[in-house]
């Protein structure tokens, strides 16, 4: 592992370096992921809406209805290159939404196309959401434990 | 200097070149960014877009190699037959790049691996084959891709994700020097410029972990190698044109001058970065340019041409390379640095 026995010419210009280096601009970052993460929840919020009262679905079906097309969009403004220059913009912004996992899913399989449909495309894809799902999932199977043995 | 000679060493770290090797000849391949930069003119072939027509970015930097390779061969009349030996690398797995381009030019071929310090490294080691007589013309070259290094390194292109302020840009361009030995009586498009002697690098690591701030990793290799260097030779920054390193970037090169200050070493304004050259500050590339391409052709394209003009007399061009891999990151390892460097001069 690094720095086990860090010598004090290294912490003194690890320190330096964290000084001096160039911060990044974190309220307008922050404010940047607040407009543009609301504006995607916004539109995810219409969808619902629209499912709700347009095609009369019932609680559950307007869940996944909602889930569906904004997924659908997020790889399809991946698919057409826009979504990195959301992104640019954004910040957290678009990566938190679930816009923003189906951009991690597409952009790694547009990438490595080029290996192949298995070992590059189907291999690939999950690089960047693997840990997502991972805990995602291992998560949501220790919170139903839980929610199972304490429910009354 | 000439008083401290002995044989061919000095000090711990430089090698003196006494029957030094001439560059002959040298071209520059650069992407469509880099051709908008302020140094686009410098550049013999610029690409429209960084494929160059091939079904892989990877393919596409291939072609640059090869490609650098042979333009400056022909600016001087070169067959294969005359080149003794090809030195070069990349920054991709088993450089790639590099060997796939040697399979097309079928010369004798030395890979390299040095990560952005490649195009000092092959002049340093082509410089000791051309002094020693191994060779009588040799290429160095060294060749980078954005699109590539970002596939190996960090993201997809698609991804929607933001950068850091300490985060540079690798460049798309592949450079290569032709360099001749003192037997040479062919064509050359330089006549003034001489790889007098050369510094190997020793790998500096301060404990850097962020993978973004490259510059920062790769200082103290820097100023580590020129502290060598001009302690080895007697010699002082006064002695230098310019002191130039291939991609420490806007930060790294505070970071550089800072280091070396600590050291009793004043650049005067005698530092120039060839990363924070090769872009303009409209072309937002927040700390400059990275990557083996860049140093290669900032020095290919730019600096060869002011040394032979007269406008430089001596410089010490020092490429700094960040020898990390993307699972030595992953293990939560530092970034080791390392700088090799070679003096160019008038004779």
């Known amino acids: 592992m690094a720095n086990k026995n860090i010598t004090p010419e290294q912490k003194e210009y690890q320190q330096h370096v964290k000084d001096r280096m160039p911060r990044s601009k974190t309220f307008s970052q922050c404010v940047r992921a607040f407009i543009s993460g609301g504006i995607i929840c916004c539109i995810g919020q219409l969808v619902r809406n629209m499912g709700e009262t347009l095609l009369m679905l019932n609680e559950k079906d307007t869940a996944a209805f909602t889930a569906i097309v904004m997924v659908f969009l997020g790889a399809s403004l991946t698919g057409f290159g826009v979504y990195d220059k959301i992104g640019a913009w954004s910040g957290a912004g678009s990566i938190v939404p679930i816009t923003g996992f189906a951009n991690s899913i597409v952009s790694p399989a547009m990438e490595f196309k080029r290996e192949g449909f298995i070992t590059g495309t189907a291999a690939k894809m999950f690089t960047i959401a693997g840990p997502v799902l991972v805990y995602g999932v291992g998560s949501s199977v220790l919170a139903g434990l839980i929610y199972a043995l304490l429910k009354p | ?347």
Not at chain 2, 31 to 37: A, I, S, T
Not at chain 2, 58 to 79: I, N, P, S, Y
Not at chain 2, 189 to 218: K, P, Q
Not at chain 2, 260 to 279: S, T, V, Y
Request: with cysteine.
């Open chain 2, 1 to 347: 200097m000439d008083n401290l000679m002995h044989g061919k060493r000095m000090g711990r770290q430089t090698l003196i070149f006494s029957n030094p090797g001439a560059v002959i000849s040298s071209a520059v391949i650069a992407g469509p960014l880099e051709g908008r930069g302020p140094l686009g003119s410098c550049f013999d072939i610029v690409l429209e877009e960084d494929t160059w027509g091939e079904d892989s970015w990877e393919k596409a930097e291939r072609k640059m190699f090869e490609q650098a390779v042979r333009t400056a061969m022909d600016k001087a009349g070169l067959k294969a037959q005359d080149m003794d030996c090809l030195l070069g690398g990349d920054l991709l797995n088993q450089i790639i790049s590099a060997n796939f381009a040697a399979r097309e030019l079928k010369l004798p071929f030395l890979g390299l691996y040095g990560a952005c310090s490649t195009m000092a490294e092959s002049l340093l080691i082509g410089g000791m084959l051309l002094d020693g007589g191994y060779a009588q013309c040799v290429a160095c070259t060294a060749a980078s891709h954005f699109s590539t290094a970002e596939r190996q390194y960090r993201n997809p292109l698609e991804m929607g994700g933001q950068t850091t302020p300490t985060a540079q840009r690798t460049v798309t361009g592949a450079g290569c020097s032709i360099a001749a030995g003192s037997g040479y009586n062919g064509d050359r498009i330089y006549g003034n410029v001489f790889i007098t002697a050369g510094t190997i690098g020793r790998v500096t690591d301060l404990g850097i972990t962020d993978a973004n701030n490259m510059g920062a990793a790769m200082a103290p290799a820097a100023a580590d190698t020129l502290a060598a260097h001009l302690s080895d030779t007697g010699r002082g920054v006064m002695d230098y044109d310019l002191i130039v390193t291939g991609d420490l970037g806007r930060f790294g090169s505070e970071m550089f001058l800072d280091l070396c200050r600590d050291k009793g070493i004043d650049l005067q304004g005698r530092h120039m970065d060839c990363g924070n050259e090769i872009f303009s500050q409209e072309q937002k590339v927040d700390c400059g340019g990275s990557g083996c391409g860049c140093s290669a052709s900032v020095l290919n394209g730019y600096l060869l041409e002011r040394i032979e003009k007269g406008e430089l007399r001596r410089i010490f061009f020092m490429a700094t390379g960040a020898l990390l891999s993307p699972t030595s990151s992953m293990q939560s390892e530092s970034i080791p640095g390392i700088a090799h460097g070679v003096v160019l001069e008038r004779k």
